[in-house]
């Protein structure tokens, strides 16, 4: 490896590892700290800590990967993707902020479940924590995959010692510091992949002299890749915009709505967030696209199309270039790591540990209790990760959907429907997960295809999940004056800090 590529990852790690440092002596005296920044984050660093945790691996490497492989009509996902991220900014952020902390001060999504329907059997604490956890991990793993790529193919180490390194570095400063230092960090790595996927396109651009003839080579190499139109036709571009459909149950980007400071800095984390988004996920899919006609030409071998970033770093940028580009492709992945690796180290200690184990348990042991939590996961994460096979697209689209159509309906319902009950929550989230579940793993096909070929497993989720809130709403009695009062209150705020 280049002298200047090894300086700018050392480089980028330790400002990771500083960042971790600085958040453990400001944010970690109690849980509410650790687990959500005291409620503090500012507009830009909620916006770019949303958008990095969002993003990840699937950015730099999934997404140019399949504009690759298949071309143009992988469109669809990124329009999918910049409806739904604008309209979880628009109906989501402002009443989940105030209803959360209206609602006992909740700060995780399963303890905000149980007390915006006033729960007193659990139930509903901890079926949503199980599926945190289950979905989260194979979550995680999907980004830890991403860094064993990343090692294997840029510096010629084992894939496995990738993954240790990958999971290591993030676990070292979520574990000190907390949710604030993972929200700094996803905001200095979101400024690193922004940068990234803004300059390799454009030099792509310049060496080839316009787009013309970067439409031409690829017309040339396969011209189906032009086509917008996925091969499944009108179900492929319900599938791949049904993405967008996801963001309302994505817990590591929407507890970051929940730790703004006020619903007026909403408006601002919005342009900023929707502004990054588009320029950064233009960028990536430009990046697959104008690979194509980069490897065509220059007669390159491309064993695996996710790693299309890590060529194009490699063979057109001076090495301390290169290595900063390289660090853009960890940035991505471990924002993302650290935020899944936070949410689900809180489920486990808030909605596990503190409601069920320890009730009377001290701040600092939570804390304490947390950190075990993500040492353990990141175990787990490994684990899974160890097949090289795995695809990152694959494995983020099975984890997207089991949230989407366990929690998407259920938070956008809770947030506007008054009638709403706790059993329909409950019939929600198992509705909407065993759906997806189903729908990826029966052994049925069409056509010697799965279901999910010709359909993303999130639409007939999120479907029968809203179904099912309905119904068991309807038919059950009416919420108690309390929760009725706190819902008005909820509304009533929300338009005044508006």
């Known amino acids: 490896m280049e002298t200047g590529t090894i300086i700018a990852l050392l480089a980028y790690f330790l400002v990771m590892l500083g960042i971790g440092l600085y958040a453990f002596k400001a944010s970690t005296e109690d849980s509410s700290s650790y687990l959500l920044g005291g409620r503090k984050l500012g507009p830009a660093v909620t916006a770019l800590s949303a958008g990095a945790s969002d993003m990840s691996g699937w950015m730099v490497m999934g997404l140019p990967g399949a504009m690759y492989l298949t071309g143009l009509s992988n469109i669809w996902i990124a329009i999918g993707l910049i409806i739904g991220a604008y309209l979880n900014y628009l109906i989501v952020a402002p009443r989940l902020r105030m209803y959360t902390e209206l609602a006992s001060d909740s700060i995780t999504l399963p303890e905000f479940f149980e007390n915006r329907f006033e729960d007193k059997t659990r139930l509903l604490r901890i079926i949503s924590s199980l599926v945190f956890i289950i979905f989260f991990t194979v979550y995680t793993s999907s980004g830890i995959v991403g860094g064993g790529k990343l090692f294997e193919s840029s510096f010629g180490l084992s894939y496995e010692l990738g993954l240790f390194v990958t999971a290591g570095v993030v676990v070292i400063y979520t574990l000190f510091g ?35 003839t970067i439409h031409n080579i690829v017309a040339a190499v396969d011209s189906e890749r032009l086509n917008f139109i996925p091969d499944a036709g009108i179900l492929g571009i319900i599938s791949a915009m049904a993405w967008g459909l996801g963001y309302f149950g994505q817990p590591h980007i929407i507890v970051r709505f929940m730790a703004i400071r006020t619903i007026k800095d909403l408006k601002l984390a919005r342009h900023i967030g929707m502004s990054w988004m588009i320029v950064a996920i233009t960028g990536a899919m430009a990046t697959g696209f104008f690979g194509i006609a980069y490897v065509s030409a220059n007669n390159l071998s491309l064993n695996d199309a996710e790693t299309i970033f890590i060529l194009l770093s490699q063979v057109l940028f001076h090495p301390l270039i290169g290595g900063f580009l390289l660090a853009a492709i960890l940035a991505a992945i471990m ?43 990141a175990l787990i994460a490994i684990g899974l990760a160890y097949n090289r096979d795995s695809s990152i697209l694959q494995l983020v689209s099975n984890a997207w959907a089991g949230f989407g159509a366990s929690f998407g309906p259920l938070i956008v319902f809770g947030l506007y429907w008054k009638r709403m009950t706790f059993s329909a929550a409950l019939a929600g989230i198992i509705i909407g997960a065993t759906t997806v579940l189903l729908w990826i793993y029966l052994p049925i096909s069409i056509a010697g295809q799965s279901l999910s070929s010709y359909l993303y497993e999130i639409v007939p989720g999120v479907i029968l999940s809203s179904i099912a809130i309905i119904i068991v709403s309807l038919k059950g009695k009416q919420p108690s004056q309390s929760i009725q009062l706190l819902f008005d209150t909820m509304v009533r705020r929300v338009r005044e800090d508006s």
Request: charged content about 15%; proline content about 1%.
């Open 335 to 377: 924002s993302t790591v650290s935020s899944q690796l936070l949410v689900t180290s809180s489920s486990l200690t808030e909605d596990i540990y503190k409601a069920f184990l320890n009730k009377n348990a001290s701040e600092k042991e939570l804390v304490l209790i947390s950190r075990i939590c993500v040492v353990i996961v």
């Open 178 to 212: 907390g949710f604030l230092a993972v929200s700094l960090t996803d905001f200095v790595q979101g400024c690193i992949m922004l940068i990234a996927l803004v300059l390799v396109p454009t030099v792509l651009l310049v060496e080839f002299d316009g787009y013309s």
